[in-house]
Nanobody, 122 residues
Framework: QVQLVESGGGLVQPGGSLRLSCAAS????????MGWFRQAPGKEREFVAA????????YYIDSVKGRFTISRDNAKNTVYLQMNSLKPEDTGVYYC???????????????WGQGTQVTVSS
């Protein structure tokens, strides 16, 4: 089993920044993919970014490229999502997920955190 705990959400004005953290614990030996997803009210959960736990390869949806950066600290078993130049459409609950490889499909992740709310509003 793998446990994931997100933190770092909050209320920020448009153009502001937030950094989300996801601390992983448990049986991590089979985990090579860590992802961030988000879900806005009334919408489906969508892929935001992913990183390969060992090699560090990163993947993003087009709408966040150049604004968001996913990174990891292997020593702390923690993944981060640095979000800059935030827009109102970035609002939603952000979920951390863990799976065998860094993919964009929800089905590829076996473990999920509880989510953290990000609200971008003036």
């Amino acid at each position: 089993q793998v446990q994931l705990v997100e933190s770092g959400g909050g209320l920020v004005q448009p153009g502001g920044s937030l950094r989300l953290s996801c601390a992983a614990s448990g049986s991590l030996f089979s985990i090579n993919g860590m992802g961030w997803f988000r879900q806005a009210p009334g919408k489906e959960r969508e892929f935001v970014a992913a990183i390969h736990w060992s090699f560090g390869n990163t993947y993003y949806i087009d709408s966040v490229k150049g604004r968001f950066t996913i990174s990891r600290d292997n020593a702390k078993n923690t993944v981060y999502l640095q979000m800059n130049s935030l827009k109102p459409e970035d609002t939603g609950v952000y979920y951390c997920a863990a799976g065998r490889l860094p993919r964009a499909r929800r089905e590829d992740y076996a473990y999920w955190g509880q989510g953290t709310q990000v609200t971008v509003s003036s």
